[in-house]
């Protein structure tokens, strides 16, 4: 017995894709970032289609001179927590930003996405309380609840009437109900019907959390994601999104419509208990939330729309089988893991960068070739992710040989 | 109200998408550990169970529940309440 064995079957998962593909999947090295779309592995130029990097703005040159400006004025990271000595006017100035863009009294920012969800869950609810999870909402959602001390009941996914039955199956409560959902699901690339989820939660008295990670940027006029874009933002109880997508840098917030949030920084553990966002993450952060909320920003909208209709007619026409409507992640549902991570590796090794998505971080156990576009890829870019796609569909009876020879 | 053996047979019934190679499931069948279940799908298999018995199975409960019949097990004590 060791202390390894727990994870004979993950270990034994990970060498049967190795012996296939020669790499591990999930531990890809890149050799250069070229820039906002293109990436090196030797002496291979890569298209890169599963960076989340939506608005294409972590080579803005705006972002990238308020990051290096920060850290000639305040250096390269604060060594302290938000609530000892590592609150810096980019932090506040970061909230008050924030705050205003969502037009609501409060925004906490926090060092990583991953943490926001974390500590605005489990800082909000406690034991008396009852959470509400949507069935497909990412893992730092299912680790919030789990570090929060209340109950959590899943419901049907994207379902605001198996929400209203599952609530309504609570007869008695001592505390609060609290429904999470998120804006744009990131494995499949649906979105959620916000309003009715409004409807239905506060009919029963609760508060809507919505995670906005992957939607913030993209959706809605000025750029605050699908609850704007529903034309529901004022309604909605809380909000949170991301730093590492179309902000282009690492962090996350929260916002709210209850002034009354701002003691939560007085409980939120991973809030407490660790350093604030770095003054060039949250500069660079700061100055993307500037671009988003302006003409240009709508420029890039406008943009990463046109790619991903254009990205969706062109693989659905292919006979892929996608997963949801156009939207900035566009995934192709494969027949299983084996047969996804090949067509992964293939893709890679001909100049295509996608992310293979697998079970248990997939819905429904898919196995999935995402794409997450950007509005840095150009129509040409789009016309050459959908020809290697073609080139997988050509080379497939060669790949299935292959994985028959490997089977033995 | 539904009983231990009864609530095993439809266990049996909504585990069987889960199970293609149609491992025999017996009480002491690890859900995760012998039917290889994986653990988002396990949550999905609740969902079914607590609209068949109008019941709510917290996840923080599904998280203790390791074989088959412990899942018989909580689901017959929280209908009976």
Redesign the interface.
């Known amino acids: 017995m060791s202390l390894w064995d727990k994870y004979g079957t993950i270990q034994g998962r990970l060498d049967n894709v190795k012996k296939l593909i020669n790499r591990d999947p999930l531990g890809v090295e890149f050799d250069d970032i070229m820039g906002r779309t293109r990436g090196r592995i030797g002496n291979r130029e890569i298209i890169l289609a599963g960076t989340n990097n939506y608005l294409g703005l972590t080579f803005d040159e705006d972002c990238m001179i308020a990051a290096k400006d920060a850290i000639d004025a305040h250096g390269t990271g604060t060594t302290g927590s938000r609530v000892a000595n590592g609150t810096y006017t980019e932090h506040v100035e970061l909230e008050r930003a924030l705050a205003d863009h969502f037009k609501m009294p409060s925004c906490i920012v926090f060092s990583t996405g991953y943490q926001t969800n974390l500590a605005a869950i489990s800082g909000l609810t406690n034991k008396d309380d009852i959470i509400f999870?949507d069935?497909d909402a990412h893992a730092c959602i299912?680790d919030g609840?789990?570090l929060s001390e209340a109950?959590?009941?899943?419901?049907?996914h994207n379902s605001p009437e198996d929400l209203d039955?599952?609530m309504s199956?609570?007869k008695e409560k001592k505390g609060e109900f609290f429904v999470i959902i998120e804006g744009l699901y990131s494995m499949f690339g649906d979105i959620a019907p916000i309003d009715e989820f409004l409807d239905v939660t506060h009919k029963h008295g609760g508060y809507l959390y919505i995670d906005e990670a992957h939607s913030y940027g993209v959706f809605g006029e000025t750029g605050c994601g699908l609850a704007e874009a529903q034309g529901v933002m004022d309604r909605v109880d809380f909000i949170a999104g991301t730093f590492s997508k179309s902000l282009a840098s690492i962090g996350g917030f929260c916002v709210s419509k209850h002034p009354e949030f701002e003691i939560a920084r007085k409980v939120m553990r991973p809030y407490l208990f660790t350093a604030s966002p770095t003054p060039s993450n949250v500069s660079a952060a700061l100055a993307a939330v500037g671009k988003i909320n302006s003409d240009y920003g709508n420029e890039l909208r406008q943009n990463i729309w046109d790619r991903a209709t254009q990205l969706h007619k062109g693989l659905a026409d292919l006979g892929y089988d996608l997963c949801a409507e156009p939207s900035p992640v566009i995934a192709a549902r494969r027949p299983n893991e084996v047969i996804c991570a090949m067509e992964w590796n293939w893709l890679l090794e001909n100049g295509l960068y996608v992310n293979l998505a697998v079970?248990?971080g997939t819905?429904?156990?898919s196995s999935l070739l995402r794409i997450s576009l950007s509005a840095a890829h150009t129509e040409d870019d789009v016309n050459q992710i959908i020809g290697k796609f073609a080139e997988l569909k050509d080379v497939q009876p060669q790949l299935m040989e292959n994985l028959m020879k490997l089977a033995g | 109200m539904p009983d231990h053996d009864e609530i095993f047979a439809k266990v049996c019934e909504l585990l069987k998408p889960y199970n293609p190679e149609n491992r025999p499931i017996t009480m002491q069948s690890g859900i995760v550990s012998d039917l290889e279940v994986d653990s988002v799908a396990v949550f999905d298999l609740v969902m079914g169970l607590e609209d068949h018995y109008d019941v709510s199975i917290p996840m923080e409960m599904v998280s203790d529940i390791k074989t088959v019949g412990e899942l018989c097990s909580a689901i017959k004590q929280l209908a009976e309440e």
Not at chain 1, 151 to 156: A, E, G, K, L, V
């Open positions: 999870m069935a299912i609840t789990r109950s959590t009941i899943r419901f049907r039955k599952r199956r609570i079970p248990p819905p429904q156990s």
